[in-house]
């Protein structure tokens, strides 16, 4: 069913001339996708009957950026909690809302959040308890933040839907969240708990690879929307046996996965996901670094802290502007920036003199910068100095990954992102690799949130992954004094036995394909007393790890089994089957002697 008439942005017509590969899925008749992003976030949505009548039939919802009535494909990533820790809004209405409270100093007691998803790649050890601290160190549960940022997308979703009446129907409505490439498997199941409660129903939820979803998304699109395509019809580029760099510049971090296309159009990775935190955040990071610099530390931590509304203005600007520089700018050329008049009065009141005449008496950047009024004037060179670290962070990351053996023969970089909307990093990359070919989407931006709506019709377009980690499990070996440490040797039920051995399922490195059960292995419990089981789960970034306590391994979790029902213990044996290659680990456990399915699942979160 169209959305004719809807807020929402739709694609334009005209698409690829590319088939749609059969899902052995049951089939989904409504897919909507929320992409929970650092900087920003958004949601798509899509009908089955539309999607194969035209996959890019996609729709997203138009948001309104603050009093400046800018339509937005997306919106800020903040959250607002009042005093109680009620919610109260999401987006730029938080954002406006939090900046009118500091306005009259009526914020201190209320929460709120920014670009904090970044915890859940930064944390080693993530727990459900884990706390965040607002702008002011004020604490609430990271589950509760998330859940109602996604259940917020969720409700928004529906109204919109509904208001148009659209004939939606929630019941038939499958769920997909993006998650970063690089996230480990608890930050992916912090993620599914949280939505979950949001009031997704496990079952109706699916969790999408954002490097993954923008490459399906571009493997759709006609070639005129495609920067630095080629070929006629869809871009050659990406034809059956093409292999491509995927790099997702997002926000907070940067994913980078290798794709290779096959003939029946599904996708196959060729090399494990990589990258790091080098998003576009980084540049706004190093804007305030040199905020600071000329004002000083002191007079920039009282803008930011007293002055809310002022400095979200100031960033709302130059994030606007930082997608428009680019290497064109001439030394001589200068950019503006509106500095605030509570800046001028506070350097004032710290420092006792002019702020625009303390500037003239900073020798490294009296040449630099210039004030004309309340705009700040600053010589392009500089500016462009704010991206220098970031780009050749990721540039640098780059050649190590194109050095690899199976990367070797990949001729094409295919930049997706927020970040890659930025022609700073769209030239650091063409430049320091003109042997590539670059592709850019014209909805660089927009790529995986829509790609996620493919995904979630057709999960079965990626074929295989590769195992970003060894994966195994501890267990108790039969001692032996030749190979095994003595230190090692405890006695179980009057057996001699090596503790802490790691017992590989998955090989770091290995392709795996999608869904791919390996084989069973056995476990039984530790002592003849035990009622129950937890295989504890490791991963190694070692090929070949011994024990557990080897370097590079590290502990991700468990899998509690329950036997107590099974009255002998020779009856105990659970027989585990490891499934690799989604995005999700899976598992499947039975007793080995009746074949019965015994209930578990991983649990990846203390």
Request: contains cysteine; proline residues 4%; glycine residues 6%.
């Amino acid at each position: 069913m169209a959305l004719q008439g809807l807020p929402y942005e739709k694609v334009q017509a005209g698409m690829a001339s590319l088939p749609v590969v059969a899902s052995a899925v049951h089939e989904r008749l409504q897919v909507a996708a929320i992409d929970f992003g650092t900087t920003y976030s958004g949601y798509a949505v899509s009908f089955r009957a539309e999607f194969l009548e035209n996959p890019l039939k996609i729709f997203t919802y138009n948001w309104t950026t603050g009093s400046t009535g800018a339509v937005s494909l997306k919106t800020s990533s903040c959250i607002l909690f009042d005093p109680n820790q009620k919610f109260h809004s999401f987006g730029f209405e938080a954002e406006d809302k939090y900046a009118k409270l500091a306005a009259d100093e009526e914020h201190f007691d209320w929460y709120y959040f920014k670009r904090f998803k970044m915890l859940l790649y930064e944390n080693k050890r993530l727990t459900r308890t884990i706390k965040l601290k607002d702008d002011k160190g004020l604490e609430m549960p990271a589950m509760k933040v998330v859940t109602e940022c996604i259940r917020y997308l969720k409700d928004h979703l529906i109204k919109t839907c509904e208001d148009k009446k659209t004939g939606l129907n929630t019941s038939e409505m499958h769920w997909v969240l993006t998650v970063p490439a690089i996230w480990d498997d608890s930050a992916k199941q912090f993620m599914r708990e949280a939505a979950i409660e949001a009031g997704i129903e496990t079952q109706n939820l699916s969790l999408a690879l954002e490097p993954e979803a923008a490459s399906l998304f571009c493997r759709y699109l006609p070639i005129e929307r495609v920067q630095g395509a080629d070929g006629v019809g869809r871009i050659a580029s990406l034809a059956p046996g093409k292999r491509y760099l995927v790099l997702d510049a997002g926000g907070g971090t940067v994913d980078i996965t290798v794709h290779e296309t096959q003939t029946d159009s599904a996708v196959r990775e060729i090399y494990k996901a990589n990258g790091g935190p080098w998003g576009g955040t980084k540049i706004d990071e190093a804007f305030l670094d040199f905020l600071t610099d000329i004002a000083g530390l002191d007079t920039i931590e009282i803008f930011e802290r007293d002055f809310k509304e002022d400095f979200l203005d100031l960033f709302r600007e130059f994030e606007i502007k930082k997608k428009t520089f680019g290497p064109e700018l001439e030394g001589n050329q200068k950019i503006t920036f509106k500095i605030p008049l509570c800046v001028h009065e506070t350097y004032n009141e710290r420092h006792g003199e002019d702020f625009r005449r303390s500037l003239l008496m900073k020798q490294d950047l009296k040449d630099q910068i210039t004030f004309t009024g309340d705009k700040l004037r600053v010589q392009s060179d500089q500016v462009k100095k704010l991206f220098d670290k970031t780009c050749q962070r990721i540039v640098s990351h780059l050649r190590d990954i194109f050095a690899e053996p199976a990367v070797r023969n990949t001729d094409t970089i295919l930049m997706v992102g927020g970040f890659s909307e930025s022609k700073m990093l769209q030239n650091a990359i063409k430049h320091n690799f003109p042997d590539k070919k670059v592709i850019i989407p014209e909805e660089a931006g927009l790529a995986v949130l829509k790609g996620a709506v493919i995904f979630g019709h057709n999960p079965n377009m990626i074929v295989s992954r590769v195992a970003r980690k060894t994966y195994g499990v501890k267990v108790y070996r039969t001692f032996n004094p030749d190979i095994h440490p003595a230190e090692r040797k405890v006695i179980i039920d009057g057996v001699e036995k090596c503790r802490g051995c790691f017992c590989k399922h998955v090989e770091v490195g290995q392709e795996i394909p999608a869904g791919m059960a390996f084989d069973e292995k056995s476990y039984h419990p530790r002592s003849r007393s035990s009622t129950s089981m937890a295989s504890k789960i490791y991963t190694s970034s070692k090929r070949n790890p011994v024990f557990v306590e080897d370097r590079g391994c590290k502990f991700l979790g468990q899998l509690p089994m329950d036997v107590s029902h099974i009255k002998h213990y020779r009856d105990r044996i659970a027989l585990v089957r490891m499934i690799y290659g989604n995005t999700e680990l899976g598992v499947e456990v039975r007793n080995a002697y009746t074949g019965e399915k015994l209930s578990a699942k991983f649990d990846f979160l203390e």
